[in-house]
């Protein structure tokens, strides 16, 4: 590169210097992509160029699949992609065999409970295939009949935890009717946070636990999500996340030089 390095920070920039980027540039925004545009973000990591948030988190928060993939381990048990009717028969057979009823659908690219349904049995998925096409990709878990929705959000050293309650639909959606209170994070719960961070390459996060009598379970990891519920307002928030990204732009921008 014959030019010093180029800070990005707004996606009219980005999308108008995008042929030379190169090894060094700084991309320090979010980077806002049309469904099926994700190649973007890979052709950004071959050309070795710093994102913040980085590239992985990005591509973390569009995609429930690649969540799934990535975070299987922290994630309820037997949670999986259906990536092909193949994947779907293979799910069936080893659902039968661990005596999985219930199951819930978790549809790619849809946020706030739209893209969630439940099924009396992933038979069920299978048979409504024939009537009207599945959209594949999706990921399939069982259903958990008691639990309890924490959502954690996650800005450097500020941390804050609501419980999300719904006592007319499974989904706890703070948006149709659901209602919150405060969680005590416990220690383990924060460390479980913070290996799904670090894993994940997050700068900061929205997380949804699963709390299943002892266990915690991860459900979802987002950049970004809804405040409603939590203590801090809007314009906090934006003044939070912009000072993490400027801090870890200037960090880096200091290795290159």
Same mark, same amino acid.
């Not at 988190?57 to 990535?70: E, I």
């Not at 878990?141 to 959000?153: A, H, N, S, T």
């Not at 929205?206 to 379970?217: F, T």
């Given at each position: 590169?014959?030019?010093?390095?180029?800070?990005?920070?707004?996606?009219?920039? !980005?999308?108008?210097?995008?042929?030379? =980027?190169?090894?060094?540039?700084?991309?320090?925004?979010?980077?806002?992509?049309?469904?099926?545009?994700?190649?973007?973000?890979?052709? !950004?990591?071959?050309?070795?160029?710093?994102?913040?948030?980085?590239?992985?988190?990005?591509?973390?928060?569009?995609?429930?699949?690649?969540?799934?993939?990535?975070?299987?381990?922290?994630?309820?048990?037997?949670?999986?992609?259906?990536?092909?009717?193949?994947? =779907?028969?293979?799910?069936?057979?080893?659902?039968?065999?661990?005596?999985?009823?219930?199951?819930?659908?978790?549809?790619?690219?849809?946020?706030?409970?739209?893209?969630?349904?439940?099924?009396?049995?992933?038979?069920?998925?299978?048979?409504?295939?024939?009537?009207?096409? !599945?959209?594949?990709?999706?990921?399939?878990?069982?259903?958990?009949?008691?639990?309890?929705?924490?959502?954690?959000?996650?800005?450097?050293?500020?941390?804050?935890?609501?419980?999300?309650?719904?006592?007319?639909?499974?989904?706890?959606?703070?948006?149709?009717?659901?209602?919150?209170?405060?969680?005590?994070?416990?220690?383990?719960?924060?460390?479980?946070?913070?290996?799904?961070?670090?894993?994940?390459?997050?700068?900061?996060?929205?997380?949804?636990?699963?709390?299943?009598?002892?266990?915690?379970? =991860?459900?979802?990891?987002?950049?970004?999500?809804? !405040?409603?519920?939590?203590?801090?307002?809007?314009?906090?928030?934006?003044?939070?996340?912009?000072?993490?990204?400027?801090? =870890?732009?200037?960090?880096?921008?200091?290795?290159?030089?």
């Amino acid at each position: 590169m014959n030019r010093p390095p180029r800070i990005i920070r707004d996606n009219t920039t !980005l999308f108008n210097h995008y042929p030379d =980027l190169a090894h060094g540039d700084i991309i320090c925004c979010r980077i806002r992509l049309k469904p099926g545009e994700e190649h973007v973000l890979l052709d !950004l990591s071959r050309k070795k160029v710093h994102a913040i948030p980085s590239l992985n988190a990005q591509l973390c928060s569009r995609s429930k699949t690649y969540q799934t993939r990535l975070f299987s381990a922290y994630m309820y048990p037997e949670t999986r992609v259906i990536y092909t009717r193949h994947d =779907l028969m293979a799910a069936i057979s080893r659902y039968g065999q661990n005596g999985i009823g219930k199951v819930v659908l978790k549809q790619e690219g849809k946020n706030g409970g739209i893209g969630i349904f439940l099924f009396n049995h992933i038979e069920e998925i299978y048979s409504s295939s024939f009537s009207s096409p !599945l959209q594949y990709p999706f990921v399939v878990q069982p259903f958990v009949e008691r639990y309890r929705d924490i959502r954690v959000i996650i800005l450097s050293d500020y941390v804050e935890a609501y419980e999300r309650e719904s006592l007319g639909s499974f989904r706890h959606n703070l948006h149709c009717g659901g209602v919150s209170k405060q969680h005590n994070l416990s220690n383990a719960q924060l460390d479980f946070c913070k290996d799904i961070m670090s894993k994940g390459e997050f700068p900061y996060a929205h997380i949804d636990l699963v709390l299943v009598e002892d266990h915690c379970y =991860l459900a979802e990891i987002n950049l970004r999500g809804g !405040l409603k519920g939590a203590s801090i307002n809007g314009r906090d928030y934006q003044k939070m996340t912009t000072e993490i990204e400027n801090d =870890l732009c200037e960090r880096f921008a200091e290795t290159m030089s």
